[in-house]
Structures are given as C-alpha cells and as structure tokens.
C-alpha cells in the first residue's frame, strides 16, 4: 500500500484546511493547535496569509517556509504499520 500524501489542500475558516489525498480521499483537519512557534505568528494572526496555503512535496506549506507533517495532518501522528489495517484517515 503506497503512503498517503498531500496532493491538494483548501483554507477554511477557522483555521479548518481541506485536504484532498493522494489516493483521491478529502478529509479535512482544523489545525490551531499545529500552528505553534514563531514561524507560525503571522499565519495564526491573518487569515489572509493563512489562506495562502498550498500543497508540496506531499504535504502544506506557506509563503514563509512554514509547514506541517503530513503524517500529523492525514494520520493524527505516524501513520499504520506495514502489515496493519489501517483505518480510512477520515476516521482518524
């Protein structure tokens, strides 16, 4: 089973990002409690530039560098191990 990724994503309100998968799945995340540390300030502080948001290299990053963990947003953390049923990641 190839690992899911980020092959597209929409900003939300209320710092919700929709994210469509690379297996064709959307699930979508609200991501306020990733957005921590410095390089995240203006993100968190306008919605403008959080709206800025795109995907790359499988997963979402910003105008200024900033990123998140695909595995994070899709899995919640690591994603299955080989061998385990994993369960679909809008169930996550």
């Known amino acids: 089973m190839p690992l899911l990724r980020i092959r597209m994503v929409e900003a939300l309100e209320g710092f919700k990002l929709r994210l469509t998968l690379t297996d064709g ?22 919605p403008k530039l959080f709206a800025q948001v795109r995907a790359e ?27 385990q049923q994993p369960a679909h990641p809008s169930q996550v």
Not at 65 to 82: F, M, T
């Open 25 to 46: 799945s959307k699930i979508e995340r609200e991501v306020s409690h990733l957005l921590m540390g410095p390089v995240f300030v203006g993100i968190r502080n306008t």
């Open 57 to 83: 290299g499988g997963t979402v990053v910003w105008p200024n560098g900033a990123d998140l963990c695909p595995d994070v947003l899709i899995w919640g953390g690591a994603p299955p191990e080989e061998g």
